[in-house]
């Protein structure tokens, strides 16, 4: 939404209201004076706010309706016979950004990216004499979709140009600047950890990844895939004219308000390019492992592995299952300023103060295990790897650990004893698995309840009984607190918000060491890390929803076998 309307009185909305900062406001009237726009695209194209809260801001100062995507015609021949009833042709009211409609009661409804515009009013008034009129506040992305349909409907435009010149041209333009933008304000206030934006063959589909699960946010027509990739692919330092090789690129911007480190990332697909950003914010990101999920017990046995002097501890799970933030967690824990720590990343993601990073660049051969090479010539106490992801990297880690360092990585494996075995799987000798090792933790990250909409719930009897096994002495005398979704609009209607680490913590003891050197199947192993009291992760899960923390749906999804 944009109208013409000087700064002051609608920044002294947004300050009172807390959405824009003070410093916000001079940037944006440095921004206005410099290159001109209208205020509220000034506002959101320099990430001060995003549109959805200033378009409700704008309606409760101009006393104008908002219409959500859902109350407005999907079909553009509902525009154009009103606008053919008009007697004035389609170009001007694409020219004006404006689509009028007739509504339920005969009254003409009419969205347009400056409602306030007089000649706008006088046309309506003099075209529809007898009718009343009523405006409405609308999002850009609703209009120009809007606008793009009646434009396609009219063949009054077309975008099947694929020179690379009018593709940058594109990219540059207001429109297309401030739906990119938006669009990942939006992301960023719905908690969104990835946005994908998708071509079909006729729709575009942008998706947003919240709390693991992927959202269908936006569709699009698949004309405007080639200006909004271009706009991304330029922002992010990707070159615009290749489009049959996949990219990475990277970006720092401001969203509502906050700096957020970007990833991007394409990859050519049938109907065009997939391209996925990753959402990293630099600020109020905190690491601690009071805060991680774990349990009491799994708590005080994980600080006792970190504070080991030299050994291995390693964290397994799949991609997305927060293993990144445990391994950081963790060496925010142990930053005593008495220890050196370094870790060795691809990417890195999130920078932590007193800690040397290294990010590898396999393009130009600076590998994990070249980097790690050079690395143990720094003097570290402790060393971080990203991933053990090949047998020489492995080598390396274990050799670091056997000369008195702690050692912290990450590997690919869907429970912790399987680490043992995959480790043997890449070459590494059973005396070296067994040596080293510390402990072996296996996560995965469960939505929690939304604490607004989540209601009572009672589980079968068979979760009951089993939840009854698990629970600490310390909660016999305590109720349970089992709940179930509902959804609300904190929760965008999920049910969930935020989510929390479900744990299997298996130390290497004597007898574990035992069952690796002699190569016993992971059935057996899982048996000794039971009898020695872990929890699988469906456990640890229960226990949580024994809590209300999630559900049991949701521990049984994540832990399906």
């Not at 056997?402 to 043992?420: M, R």
């Not at 979760?463 to 600490?472: G, S, W």
Request: net charge negative; proline share 5%; aromatic share 6%.
């Amino acid at each position: 939404m944009e109208i013409q309307q000087g700064l002051s009185f609608l920044g002294e909305q947004l300050l009172e209201k807390g959405l824009i900062t003070h410093d916000d406001l001079q940037k944006a009237e440095s921004f206005q004076k410099r290159i001109g726009g209208r205020t509220p695209a000034v506002l959101t194209r320099i990430g001060a706010v995003s549109e959805d809260k200033l378009l409700q801001v704008l309606s409760e100062m101009l006393h104008i309706p908002v219409a959500d995507a859902q109350e407005l015609p999907t079909d553009p021949r509902v525009f154009c016979q009103c606008i053919e009833k008009s007697g004035i042709e389609t170009d001007w009211w694409i020219d004006q950004e404006a689509l009028i409609w007739e509504g339920p009661d005969k009254q003409i409804c009419c969205i347009a990216r400056d409602p306030l515009n007089d000649s706008l009013a006088e046309v309506l008034n003099r075209a529809f004499p007898d009718r009343n009129v009523e405006f409405f506040l609308v999002c850009n992305y609703d209009l120009d979709r809007l606008l793009d349909a009646v434009s396609r409907l009219k063949s009054a435009m077309s975008h099947g140009d694929n020179d690379i010149e009018q593709l940058r041209e594109l990219a540059e333009e207001a429109p297309v600047i401030e739906f990119v933008n938006n669009l990942l304000s939006q992301a960023y206030n719905q908690r969104a950890s990835d946005v994908h934006v998708e071509p079909g063959e006729h729709i575009l589909e942008v998706r947003f990844r919240i709390d693991g699960i992927l959202y269908t946010r936006f569709s699009l027509p698949r004309e405007r895939f080639a200006a909004i990739s271009s706009r991304i692919k330029l922002i992010s330092g990707m070159d615009i004219a290749e489009r049959r090789l996949p990219q990475d690129g990277r970006l720092s911007l401001r969203l509502s308000g906050d700096s957020v480190d970007l990833r991007v990332s394409t990859v050519p697909g049938v109907h065009g390019e997939s391209v996925v950003l990753r959402l990293l914010p630099k600020e109020s990101r905190g690491f601690s492992i009071e805060t991680l999920g774990l349990e009491s017990d799994t708590y005080r046995v994980f600080r006792q592995w970190i504070g080991e002097p030299h050994g291995i501890i390693l964290v397994t799970g799949p991609t997305g299952s927060g293993k990144s933030t445990t391994l950081y967690s963790a060496l925010e824990s142990i930053n005593d300023k008495t220890k050196k720590i370094i870790t060795v990343e691809d990417p890195v993601e999130y920078h932590l103060e007193g800690i040397t990073q290294i990010q590898t660049h396999s393009e130009i051969g600076y590998t994990f295990a070249r980097a790690l090479r050079s690395i143990l010539r720094q003097d570290p106490d402790v060393v971080l790897i990203g991933e053990i992801r090949d047998k020489e990297t492995a080598e390396i880690a274990i050799q670091a650990s056997l000369t008195g360092h702690l050692v912290i990585s990450t590997l690919h494996t869907n429970d912790a004893v399987s680490a043992f075995t995959r480790l043997i799987d890449m070459g590494i000798e059973p005396f070296l698995v067994a040596t080293p090792i510390r402990a072996v933790i296996a996560q995965r990250l469960v939505r929690q309840l939304c604490p607004k909409c989540s209601q009572p719930a009672e589980p079968v009897q068979a979760i009951r009984d089993l939840a009854q096994t698990l629970i600490p002495e310390e909660w016999k005398n305590q109720e349970p607190k089992w709940r179930d979704p509902a959804g609300c609009p904190e929760c965008q209607g999920t049910g969930y918000k935020g989510r929390i680490g479900i744990y299997e913590a298996v130390a290497v003891t004597p007898e574990m060491q035992n069952l690796i050197l002699s190569g016993k199947p992971s059935g057996d192993m899982q048996r000794v890390a039971k009898q020695q009291g872990s929890r699988t992760l469906r456990e640890d899960g229960l226990l949580k929803a024994w809590h209300g923390i999630t559900s049991v749906a949701e521990v049984l999804r994540v832990t399906a076998e």
